[in-house]
């Protein structure tokens, strides 16, 4: 009984370990999402800016998409 101790011990640790991991994976995702939605989002200003800018990029990038959506099915 006495090596049972040490075992529920390291048991306890692991355990706490895990629980560490899983938050830390947890805060990780949340930090990954945060960072790829304000990248998107600056993305999103930046065509908008220049498309702003220059009115026929829009209407050659809609052209663009178009052909590839109808070329390889992706748009």
Request: with cysteine; net charge negative.
């Amino acid at each position: 009984m006495v090596e049972s101790v040490p075992l529920v011990d390291q048991i306890k640790k692991t355990e706490e370990t895990i629980c560490s991991l899983n938050k830390e994976l947890e805060s990780n995702k949340q930090t990954r999402l945060n960072y790829k939605e304000h990248s998107m989002l600056a993305i999103g200003e930046y065509v908008l800016e220049e498309l702003s800018q220059n009115p026929t990029r829009l209407q050659q990038a809609t052209i663009d998409c178009y052909k590839r959506t109808c070329t390889y099915g992706i748009a």
